[in-house]
């Protein structure tokens, strides 16, 4: 194909995705499968590929930028992003329409309700119909300076529609999460260990916040406009309705829930049909928008110093129900971290059977001063975990009980104590415990740490259970006839679950000393002790003193693994893994590579070609240093997704800071 039919060709695919687009995120109507629409993309791409001349900035293969942002710009909006007042009733909205009706006396007045969409608000601005910028709310005078990331927004259309779009526009919405999504994400995250997002509003901002766009891509996030803070010419627009009919002409998505209302009666009757109606959507929603429909109305009610007169927010309540505290059972975690559970009488709580609800702690038990029998309510706000807010203290009989502090462990009676007095968690210190095992077991065996595939959850828990492991090491004395004995195994499946564990014995020392799930020590912890002691002996011969000062570890880390391995239980189990043949040795890497000789390097988020542990190893290996904290010796600080504290840190004391990709080509 030559340049002339490629060009032609590459336009038309263009056209068709955008038509595709248009039919999917404005109209809610799409006419191919997912599969059919990636196949469009394929095609653009292979083509633009062959004829990079022929990429545009406007292409929808160029959506993801693929570069690691070294920050967000702080940028001023042309005009201000207000907040909204809020109201909590029905009468509430009443008052608020009677303040309206003074402001304008004697005049019709129409409402337009829309659906308050739970996530994060941003500002677009299109010239000429193509879009420029884009960026987050903020303190609604500036805000940051999204748009590389708004750009991954399928729903966000890179140019406009049609040709009466106004010549600029400054287009305000929500980006947000479907449930869907959010789940999803959870649940790759708790696979991974990781800390899950609470809801899909804090999933929504951490996710258009990634320095990393390919991220922010992969995360799915979805836009719908409902507002304009400037629009040039402004005469063609003469209500809130028409503007956001003429958005969806414009290509630009807008809910299909939105109500043209004529009295405040039809608003509450489209707010009280919501509020029952929320939990079908497959998007949070937390109340209504209602605005006065003309915006000749809007100008003359005009603005407080925070909020606009014309427009109000009426927040649904949160999901709460009441029910009854049957008992609360003490867990035991991976660590020997005790957690009371309060188990409840079955209660329906925003589409949800619960039954069970974490009470955290015993200071939280305190706080609240919950006790089995207790009548409580209970509250779920969207995707958030449910939790007991409070006690209905005025219906006790009498006959409700206090839980004591264990002093002995409920699985094995071990004893149970607080690492440190001000701690408020308390902890079984008997690494024999069975369900310090189960759980334990489960990290031994997982990704990160010896890496046995086939061994999860369901298998460990009949392990233990069955009493055919007692111990880590046991497992390492696993036959056929062991595993026959578990639900599912046949042949094939245990056959590969003990090369599986074979092959887990020559980790390096680094892997096992995470997997044997030392309290405070991490990968990362776990390679320069490794690095440091070379053999899993001289790691248990060292005193605090010697442990203390080795970069990262501190001395309540110190403390902590002296302690573990002072245990006879612990120094029998390393015995016996050695019986059977695991490495408990480190290979020590001796940099011939001195690319990165003198330079000390930090990191910070979430990497995404390599673990941490890796890129660690990999500056050592090149000849560099790094750090996990950021000072004034430090010479970049790497920043992934989700960056902390560092980040801010490094900007204040002028160290540079790159992104993952600039990091993988100084190593390369």
């Not at 867990?331 to 955290?360: D, F, K, N, W, Y």
């Not at 029998?373 to 706000?381: F, K, N, S, T, Y």
């Not at 560092?646 to 100084?666: C, H, N, P, R, V």
Request: hydrophobic share 35%; with cysteine; glycine share 6%.
């Amino acid at each position: 194909m030559d340049k002339s039919k490629a060009k032609t060709e590459i336009e038309r695919l263009r056209h068709e995705i955008k038509h595709h687009d248009y039919r999917y995120y404005v109209l809610s109507q799409p006419e191919i499968s997912d599969k059919e629409y990636d196949e469009l993309l394929r095609k653009i791409r292979e083509l633009e590929e062959q004829f990079p001349g022929l990429i545009t900035a406007d292409s929808p293969t160029q959506r993801v930028s693929g570069q690691i942002l070294e920050g967000f710009k702080t940028v001023k909006h042309k005009t201000k992003m207000y907040s909204l007042d809020n109201t909590y009733s029905f009468e509430e909205i009443k008052d608020w329409q009677e303040r309206v009706k003074k402001l304008l006396p004697k005049e019709k007045i129409e409402y337009v309700t829309e659906l308050k969409i739970d996530g994060l608000s941003a500002s677009l601005s299109y010239k000429n119909g193509r879009f420029q910028t884009g960026a987050t709310r903020g303190d609604g005078l500036t805000g940051e300076d999204v748009t590389f990331n708004l750009r991954t927004i399928r729903a966000i259309p890179l140019e406009l529609f049609g040709k009466d779009f106004p010549k600029f526009l400054d287009v305000r919405g929500e980006v947000y999460m479907d449930k869907y999504e959010l789940r999803k994400i959870n649940k790759e995250r708790q696979d991974k260990d990781e800390p899950l997002f609470a809801n899909p509003r804090n999933a929504a901002s951490g996710s258009l916040k990634l320095l990393d766009t390919r991220i922010t891509a992969q995360r799915k996030l979805k836009f719908l406009a409902h507002s304009f803070g400037s629009i040039e010419p402004k005469e063609n627009v003469k209500t809130q309705w028409e503007f956001l009919e003429k958005i969806k002409n414009w290509g630009l998505p807008a809910s299909l829930h939105n109500k043209l209302c004529s009295d405040v009666e039809e608003v509450i009757e489209y707010c009280r049909k919501w509020q029952d109606k929320r939990d079908s959507l497959g998007y949070e929603i937390d109340g209504i928008v209602i605005k006065v429909n003309s915006l000749t109305q809007q100008e003359q009610m005009g603005f407080t110093q925070k909020s606009p007169r014309w427009a109000i927010a009426y927040k649904f309540p949160a999901h709460q129900a009441t029910t009854k505290i049957k008992d609360i059972k003490v867990q035991v975690g991976r660590t020997g971290t005790l957690t009371p559970v309060a188990e409840l009488e079955p209660v329906e709580c925003a589409g949800v059977t619960i039954s069970r609800a974490t009470l955290h702690n015993f200071d939280e038990i305190e706080r609240l001063d919950v006790r089995v029998g207790d009548r409580i309510i209970l509250e779920r706000a969207g995707e958030v975990i449910p939790k007991i807010i409070k006690v209905v203290s005025s219906v006790r009989t009498g006959k409700e009980r206090k839980l004591k502090i264990p002093e002995h462990c409920p699985v094995c009676n071990g004893k149970v104590n607080k690492e440190k007095e001000e701690d408020v968690a308390y902890f079984c210190i008997n690494p024999s415990c069975p369900a310090q095992i189960e759980k334990g077991l489960i990290h031994f065996a997982s990704r990160t740490a010896l890496d046995i595939e086939g061994m999860g959850e369901a298998v460990v828990e009949q392990l233990v259970q069955k009493k055919i492991v007692k111990d880590f090491a046991d497992i390492y004395a696993l036959k056929k006839e062991d595993l026959f004995k578990l639900d599912l195994f046949k042949d094939k499946k245990a056959d590969n679950l003990l090369k599986a564990i074979e092959k887990s014995k020559s980790q390096p020392l680094s892997r096992l000393l995470f997997a044997l799930g030392i309290r405070h020590v991490g990968e990362k912890v776990a390679y320069v002790l490794a690095q440091r002691f070379i053999s899993i002996d001289k790691l248990m011969q060292a005193k605090v003193e010697d442990l203390q000062n080795i970069r990262d570890v501190g001395v309540v880390m110190s403390e902590s693994i002296v302690d573990f391995f002072s245990q006879d239980q612990i120094r029998k189990l390393i015995d016996k893994l050695k019986k059977y043949g695991v490495n408990t040795h480190e290979k020590v890497i001796e940099s011939k590579n001195t690319k990165l000789a003198g330079k000390s390097f930090v990191f910070t988020g979430e990497l995404r070609s390599l673990s941490r542990t890796q890129a660690e190893k990999t500056v050592q290996e090149s000849g560099g240093d790094f750090s996990s904290s950021v000072s004034k010796n430090t010479d970049f600080l790497v920043a992934g997704e989700n960056p902390g504290s560092k980040y801010q840190k490094a900007k204040e004391l002028g160290i540079k800071i790159i992104g993952e990709e600039q990091f993988l080509k100084l190593i390369k």
